[in-house]
Nanobody, 128 residues
Framework: QVQVVESGGGLVQAGGSLRLSCTTS????????MGWFRQAPGKVREFVAR????????KYSDFVKGRYTISRDNAKNTVYLQVNRLKPEDTAVYYC?????????????????????WGQGTHVTVSS
C-alpha cells in the first residue's frame, strides 16, 4: 500500500505564497503520475494540477494557471505545488494523489477517480 502525506499548508495573507509538499512511500513513486486537488468547504473536490511520472509534462486547471507550479523530485519521492499570488478563494484542503496508470486520456486527468492513492490533505487558508 502506498502512503501519501502532504505538508506545507497554513494561514497566509492574500497575495502571499506557499510551497506544498507531498511525499509517498515505496519504491515505485517515479512510475506514478501525481496530481493535486483541492476541496473548499461545502464544495466538491476539484482538480488543480498534474505532473507526469518523469516530470516533463504538466497540466493545470485554468483557475491556477500562471500562479501555481507543480514539480517533482523522484530521488526524494516528493512532488511539490508552489502556490503564488494566493486569493481568499484558494482557501481549501489541498490533496495529493498518485495515479498508477501509465496511459491516461486527457479527459480523465481531472477526475478524482483516475487516482489510486490519496493523502489526508493539508489546509490552506488565505485571509483577505
Amino acid at each position: 500500500q502506498v502512503q501519501v502525506v502532504e505538508s506545507g499548508g497554513g494561514l497566509v495573507q492574500a497575495g502571499g505564497s506557499l510551497r506544498l509538499s507531498c511525499t509517498t512511500s515505496g519504491r515505485t513513486f517515479s512510475s506514478y503520475a501525481m496530481g493535486w486537488f483541492r476541496q473548499a468547504p461545502g464544495k466538491v473536490r476539484e482538480f488543480v494540477a498534474r505532473v507526469s511520472w518523469g516530470g516533463s509534462s504538466t497540466k493545470y486547471s485554468d483557475f491556477v494557471k500562471g500562479r501555481y507550479t507543480i514539480s517533482r523530485d523522484n530521488a526524494k519521492n516528493t512532488v511539490y505545488l508552489q502556490v503564488n499570488r494566493l486569493k481568499p478563494e484558494d482557501t481549501a484542503v489541498y490533496y495529493c494523489a498518485a495515479d498508477r496508470s501509465t496511459v491516461r486520456s486527457a479527459s480523465s486527468i481531472p477526475l478524482p477517480q483516475a487516482y489510486d492513492y490519496w493523502g489526508q490533505g493539508t489546509h490552506v487558508t488565505v485571509s483577505s
